[in-house]
């Protein structure tokens, strides 16, 4: 959390008050597929990778009416962490370079907010968290009853994607408005 978090909060502050008095700023934070999937062995590095997913997703916010846009690079890459679990001509393929267009675009004018862009040797992807449109179960739902609705609760076709919790917050309200289920 020292190196990953607070080593991107801190930066980040001091150049906030600069960023927002221009009226401009980029800022491109480094998460990781382990933050977004987990792995094995990497619990605590998968947590502080998260968190800055977490950050940025608020911090896009705040910074929406000061033209700062805070973006996630999520890059897979040559580095010492990976240089004994892969062999070289991977490594060769994995070279960091091949991620830095990905960043210069998500630092760049025309830079989206909040976006999570994942990026290895050459090939991008945008990645998200989703969330089922899920259903009303009612107040008196037990554990057996999410069981036998849970294809339902758990229904991927029907995912959004929430640009604030807010939204998130807003949609469950409006969920516990529909009539239940189970009466």
């Not at 580095?79 to 070289?88: H, I, K, S």
């Not at 907010?113 to 990026?119: C, R």
């Not at 179960?137 to 339902?152: E, V």
Request: hydrophobic share 45%; glycine share 10%.
């Amino acid at each position: 959390m020292d190196v990953h978090l607070l080593g991107t909060v801190k930066p980040c502050k001091a150049v906030w008050e600069i960023m927002k008095a221009q009226g401009y700023g980029r800022i491109v934070v480094t998460t990781s597929s382990t933050g977004l999937y987990g792995n094995f062995g990497q619990t605590n590095y998968g947590a502080a990778k998260l968190s800055l997913v977490g950050f940025m997703n608020s911090l896009k916010l705040e910074g929406a009416k000061d033209n700062i846009k805070v973006n996630a690079i999520c890059p897979v890459a040559a580095t010492r962490m990976t240089e004994a679990l892969m062999p070289p001509t991977v490594l060769e393929m994995l070279k960091s370079e091949f991620v830095s267009p990905a960043v210069v675009y998500l630092a760049s004018e025309d830079a989206p907010t909040g976006m999570i862009l994942t990026a290895a040797a050459g090939a991008f992807a945008a990645a998200q968290i989703m969330e089922t449109d899920g259903i009303n179960l009612g107040r008196n739902a037990s554990a057996d009853d999410i069981a036998a609705h849970f294809g339902q609760i758990a229904d991927w076709s029907t995912t959004k994607n929430y640009g604030q919790g807010g939204e998130q917050n807003a949609r469950f309200l409006a969920r516990v408005q529909d009539k239940p289920l189970l009466g």
